[in-house]
């Protein structure tokens, strides 16, 4: 089986390298203006893992997203949700019905490729991967054992029930398979750890320039009962969309095969995490993608559904008034996302039964 990797960041060069360990042959695709790690590993001849996954690979890299589209019918995208944009744009040149894209992480990137001609769509919560590169070669930190997973099917499209199989052969870990891509966006637990580890640690990441471990020192008991306000209202709006979501720490601790009892247990203790160091600035995806892809997106479908999401909107403020970006405008908000013209209900229903129950 072949793959196309579409993302050259740490998140995809360790996907590449699982994959090719586990028998597939794999091409990553770097954006021309995102060549900063493909550049890194054809100056080196080839990539060196450290950590949960270690060796050396040779990954063959393309910046023409046509070869990438020739080389499988399997897309993985493994670009920040704030780089989906640029690599639809890309992708729409294509004929993609007999494609299978794999959004890593989703973020309903389903919601926004809406006039995509492809195939299937399904969506990831999280990467499979704690994971960093620099110009020595990759990280791992942890390696999930399970990863939450749904497809995207519009009204009136049957799904040929073996593309399931076939994406759970592709994938080295265990798929949770989950009723929607919304219940998939809602298990992205990043929108709970991170703006939050980012705006309670500010002043330190800016005064040290991130010479501290994020969540080990920056995760204390305070910054974990701001997390658990908001991780309130994310299960709230899984209940009014009829799901029972588990708890941030209970997600992680399934992804990961881990059992901490809270937030500040699992930042002092949990491998993946707890050697993760902090950006040297808040210019990072934990801000610039988590706030406008999860947290937007949250906040604007609870406020549809009638839930207070004012835990979700104080953090969304207050990175607003410390970046001056207008994340609510710019974010996935309803409108972009396609949803605005729905009644609470239509919204629900949206949603519904949108895979085989026997998944
Ligand atoms: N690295 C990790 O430990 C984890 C990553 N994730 C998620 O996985 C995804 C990928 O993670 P990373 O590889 O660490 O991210 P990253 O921030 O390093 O970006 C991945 C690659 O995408 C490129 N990129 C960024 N914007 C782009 C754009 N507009 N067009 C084209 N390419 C663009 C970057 O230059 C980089 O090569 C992110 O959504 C991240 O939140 C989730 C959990 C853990
Ligand atoms: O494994 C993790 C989240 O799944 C932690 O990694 P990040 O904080 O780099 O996203």
């Not at 994959?19 to 493909?38: E, F, I, M, S």
């Not at 593309?163 to 929607?180: E, G, N």
């Not at 580890?197 to 995760?219: Q, V």
């Not at 013209?341 to 129950?357: N, Q, V």
Request: with cysteine; net charge neutral.
């Amino acid at each position: 089986m072949s793959v196309s990797i579409i993302g050259a960041g740490p998140a995809g060069f360790a996907l590449a390298v699982d994959l090719q360990h586990h028998g597939k042959d794999v091409l990553v695709y770097a954006h021309p203006t995102h060549q900063r790690h493909a550049n890194s590993i054809k100056d080196n001849g080839r990539l060196e893992a450290r950590g949960a996954m270690e060796g050396f690979a040779h990954i063959e890299v393309t910046s023409d997203m046509r070869k990438a589209v020739e080389f499988s019918r399997i897309l993985i995208l493994t670009v920040p949700s704030t780089g989906q944009e640029t690599v639809l744009h890309e992708l729409k040149q294509f004929s993609l019905r007999r494609h299978t894209i794999i959004a890593i992480p989703g973020n309903l990137f389903s919601l926004v490729a809406a006039d995509l001609d492809v195939g299937c769509i399904f969506e990831t919560n999280l990467s499979p991967y704690s994971c960093r590169m620099d110009e020595n070669g990759l990280t791992v930190l942890g390696r999930k054992s399970l990863i939450f997973i749904a497809p995207f099917l519009p009204r009136g499209r049957p799904l040929n029930s073996s593309i399931f199989a076939t994406v759970q052969d592709l994938f080295p870990m265990q798929l949770r398979w989950c009723s929607s891509i919304v219940e998939v966006c809602l298990s992205n637990v990043n929108g709970v750890f991170h703006p939050l580890m980012m705006l309670m640690n500010a002043g330190r990441i800016e005064s040290t320039a991130g010479d501290f471990l994020l969540y080990r020192d920056g995760l204390t008991r305070s910054v974990g009962n701001a997390m658990l306000a908001v991780d309130r209202v994310r299960i709230k709006i899984g209940e009014a969309f009829g799901l029972q979501l588990k708890s941030a720490v209970e997600i992680s601790n399934e992804c990961y095969g881990q059992s901490f009892g809270d937030f500040v247990d699992l930042a002092r203790n949990s491998p993946p995490h707890n050697k993760l160091k902090a950006p040297p600035g808040l210019d990072n995806r934990n801000i610039s993608e988590d706030v406008p892809d999860l947290l937007v997106c949250w906040c604007s479908l609870a406020e549809k559904l009638g839930v207070d999401a004012a835990p979700i909107k104080a953090v969304i403020v207050l990175v607003e008034m410390v970046t001056g970006v207008d994340y609510c405008e710019t974010g996935r908000n309803l409108r972009r996302l396609n949803l605005d013209s729905l009644s609470r209900d239509e919204l629900i229903a949206t949603f519904k039964g949108m895979i085989p129950s026997r998944l």
